[in-house]
């Protein structure tokens, strides 16, 4: 069975500094990592992939995670946060079961970046 | 280019009606999913299409929600006989078809169902 744990519930981070948003993972076999992002009242919105190769991704919106696959965790992050970060952010692992492409999903971590 | 569009955006029902809510993926995505979304929590799978064929449903999927996709367009999700713990955001999903589990989902806004 496949997981993710998202640890923090919310995350506060003032304008300008680095935030960093936590995730793990378990997987068997190779991990294909996500980071999806909602507005409120949004559908999910694709941020960030990890498929293989470098462990450091680049994403939308000056968004990177960094893979690390000793800790397997997949943690999100930006140098400067702006306020219209402000959302939800949500970790998810991939992988194929039963002949179809499985994602699951992290409970999501709140990001409140005050000015 | 469009989107994936849902329809309706919100819906109040009363316990023990049916609701039917509609999803367009986008043009070229043969693959189709549907979620549910409470709050406080991620989306939780409940079905998948492959062009107009159902090929996965999740125990979460009671006989009471039944889902279709003719022609392999547009989706269909109904819920029988709603109860107040339905209420929830029901969201779609659209992928290309390529093989394995690198496919980004693209997602709809969803729509809110609320069971009085």
């Known amino acids: 069975a496949q997981s993710v744990a998202q640890p923090e519930d919310q995350v506060n981070v003032a304008e300008g500094n680095p935030l960093t948003v936590k995730c793990t993972y378990s997987?068997?076999?190779?991990?294909?990592l996500f980071w999806y992002v909602q507005y409120p009242n949004r559908g999910l919105q694709f941020l960030l992939k990890?498929?293989?190769?470098?462990?450091l991704v680049k994403g939308s919106y000056g968004f990177e995670a960094e893979f690390n696959k000793s800790q397997t965790s997949f943690h999100l992050k930006k140098p400067s946060a702006l306020v219209s970060d402000s959302a939800l952010y949500f970790c998810a692992v991939s992988a194929v079961s039963g002949g179809y492409q499985k994602v699951t999903f992290g409970t999501g971590t709140k990001l409140q970046v005050i000015p | 280019d469009t989107g994936v569009s849902q329809d309706p955006r919100h819906k109040i029902t009363k316990r023990g009606q049916n609701v039917t809510f509609r999803c367009d993926p986008i043009s070229e995505h043969n693959r189709l999913y549907w979620y549910r979304q409470t709050l406080g929590q991620g989306p939780e799978f409940l079905t998948y299409?492959?062009?107009?064929?159902?090929?996965?449903k999740s125990r979460l999927l009671s006989d009471r929600f039944s889902a279709e996709r003719p022609k392999g367009s547009f989706s269909t999700l109904e819920i029988q006989r709603t109860e107040q713990g339905d209420s929830a955001m029901y969201l779609c999903a659209s992928s290309p078809g390529l093989a394995g589990a690198k496919n980004i989902q693209y997602f709809g806004a969803g729509t809110r169902l609320s069971v009085l």
């Open positions: 997987v068997s076999g190779n991990p294909y």
């Open positions: 990890y498929i293989t190769g470098d462990n």
């Open positions: 299409f492959q062009n107009e064929a159902q090929l996965e």
